[in-house]
């Protein structure tokens, strides 16, 4: 993934077939889908990878239980299907997720859910047992010939509050079904580049590049990071940006030529809780709600922390979204209500996202009716040149059927042949997962001289990628950094390998650090340090990316500098590195 080599290349050859514009979870999936097929395929994405809505999902792989009542059949089918095939296909990110519903009337919406799903009401309303049990019935319908795990069981209010004794006494009975859930989506993000690029020098990926109309049929790509532009001329292009789709548009067709408005974003926030209490409470499930105003939140375990969410708003501006106050407060109520006995702190929140979802264009006053499905609109070129494939809607669990969909209808349009299908391809570290996870990190350890806690801590991490990040520790000395769980030489193989060019897309993405708060000051500076010895920065650059750092962290995730100093001592215990160590 050498920038300097793609942008040479592109330079002397600005003919491709596809540019792929938009580098989220279903940029990233078409992408891989057309670079499998040996499509000449440029990819460019304006921030980092991963870095927009597809950095901000909920971090549930499931088929959208509630989708039903909109009488969204076929996508719960897709999505299910789609859920099942990433829990073998990652089984290193994906896991079950045991998930109760906590049920407080019988019949309650009922005769709402019929109607809804007939069109004629809008409003949501709360959901009882017996709307509950059909849902959960049609959910284990759908599944029945897999059954890769197990169905859905009710419990009385006795047993309920017997297993989850802070729930809201006024409770009937709950139910518990299963769907599953991502620890690192945007490293599968990640993986699916590299898998995609693994295809041969025809697929080419820039994170930090922006490409624009400058007449029609010829676009100029910009370099953001040195601003540098050339000519590229695609035979067709993939709108990918999701929630950005229209303003992409603007970009691609003069303003006479400018395409109607095809996305109506919604806003979801999230939180994430440093509550042990909270979090043991749970047992490892999550709690899958109603608030009181009859919308879906949800509450789950997550990395040793504990994920609150979401919210539901229209946004017009998808550069501008953050979690306000607002919601916040909502999101806290809404678990008061769930959990009446649960006090929490404005400090236990560590960190908080938000995200777009990329529904498409509504006049619906209740967000939650838009429709969730998925589908590409194509939009002639102006004056003879290529055609822009949108890709509309989508949630994240759905990336590779989308990305699918999108391809093939790209092939379609080039006259090529499918070569390769994805529905059973593993990738990243689900290639060759073990059955005996403790035996392969023995293996690993006794190759490598890593030592065993320290390799299944990269196994934990990155699934059986650990080896090649295990033999690159120990190749050369290593040194400790001030975290308890990194070295310097790990972070290093993700700066040279995953196309890391600032300092969020190595801290907020390629690891978990900002997000599970587990970030210190200390730990900013030093991994600063490493960056900037790799990039060859001055001591101005330095500075700069420092002050947009600490700026994104403030702005973005309700972090503050003050914040992260106070980290400084909780996360200093040196690491177990290599017998090389320094």
Request: aromatic letters at 8%; proline letters at 5%; a neutral charge.
């Amino acid at each position: 993934m050498n920038r300097k080599d793609i942008l040479d290349g592109l330079r002397r050859s600005p003919m491709v077939a596809v540019c792929v514009v938009g580098g989220g979870i279903n940029g990233l999936s078409v992408f891989r889908e057309l670079a499998l097929q040996g499509v000449d395929v440029l990819l460019v994405e304006k921030s980092d990878f991963c870095s927009g809505a597809s950095a901000a999902p909920s971090r549930m792989v499931h088929g959208g239980l509630r989708y039903l009542e909109n009488g969204e059949f076929s996508l719960v089918r897709e999505s299910l299907v789609e859920r099942d095939r990433l829990l073998r296909n990652a089984p290193h990110y994906v896991a079950p997720l045991p998930t109760m519903v906590p049920i407080f009337d019988i019949f309650s919406g009922l005769a709402n859910g019929v109607i809804r799903f007939l069109g004629l009401t809008r409003r949501p309303s709360r959901r009882g047992a017996i709307a509950i049990k059909a849902g959960l019935g049609i959910y284990d319908f759908l599944t029945r010939k897999r059954m890769q795990m197990p169905g859905h069981q009710f419990r009385s209010r006795k047993e309920t509050l017997r297993k989850w004794p802070a729930l809201n006494p006024l409770i009937r009975n709950s139910a518990t079904y299963y769907d599953a859930w991502v620890s690192h989506p945007e490293r599968i993000g990640i993986e699916l580049l590299r898998d995609g690029l693994s295809a041969g020098p025809h697929a080419k990926a820039l994170n930090y590049a922006t490409i624009e109309q400058t007449a029609p049929g010829c676009f100029a790509c910009k370099d953001e990071i040195s601003g540098e532009s050339f000519a590229i001329r695609p035979k067709l292009v993939i709108n990918a940006t999701g929630g950005w789709i229209d303003i992409t548009n603007g970009k691609l067709f003069s303003e006479d030529a400018r395409p109607a408005r095809l996305m109506g974003g919604t806003k979801g926030s999230h939180l994430i809780v440093d509550s042990p209490a909270l979090h043991d409470m749970l047992d490892g499930h999550m709690i899958y709600y109603e608030n009181e105003d009859g919308r879906i939140c949800i509450l789950f375990p997550y990395l040793g922390k504990v994920l609150v969410g979401s919210t539901d708003i229209r946004v017009d501006d998808p550069d501008m979204v953050r979690c306000e106050a607002d919601e916040r407060d909502y999101i806290l109520q809404s678990l008061a209500f769930v959990l009446p006995g649960v006090r929490l702190r404005l400090e236990d929140i560590v960190f908080q996202f938000a995200g777009v979802r990329p529904l498409p264009a509504s006049k619906d006053s209740f967000t939650g009716r838009i429709p969730r499905d998925h589908f590409c609109t194509v939009l002639d070129g102006e004056d003879g040149g290529p055609p822009v494939l949108c890709m509309i809607g989508g949630k994240w669990t759905t990336f590779r059927s989308f990305g699918e969909l999108a391809a093939d209808m790209a092939l379609g349009r080039l006259g090529r042949p499918r070569l390769v299908d994805t529905a059973d391809r593993t990738f990243g570290g689900g290639r060759a997962f073990p059955k005996d996870r403790n035996g392969w990190i023995r293996e690993v350890s006794a190759v490598t001289g890593v030592p065993l806690g320290r390799v299944a801590i990269l196994f934990e991490r990155y699934g059986t990628d650990a080896e090649e990040i295990a033999r690159f520790v120990a190749a050369e000395p290593d040194h400790r950094l001030p975290h308890d769980g990194y070295s310097a030489r790990e972070l290093l193989h993700l700066v040279r390998t995953e196309a890391v060019e600032h300092l969020d897309d190595l801290l907020l993405r390629r690891t978990t650090l900002a997000v599970t708060g587990e970030l210190s000051l200390v730990m900013t500076e030093a991994v600063l340090d490493l960056l900037a010895a790799e990039k060859a920065w001055t001591t101005r650059d330095r500075l700069e990316e420092r002050t947009r750092f600490l700026a994104l962290m403030r702005e973005r995730h309700g972090v503050t500098e003050q914040t992260l100093a106070a980290r400084n001592e909780q996360r200093s215990k040196p690491c177990e590195t290599t017998a090389k160590s320094g």
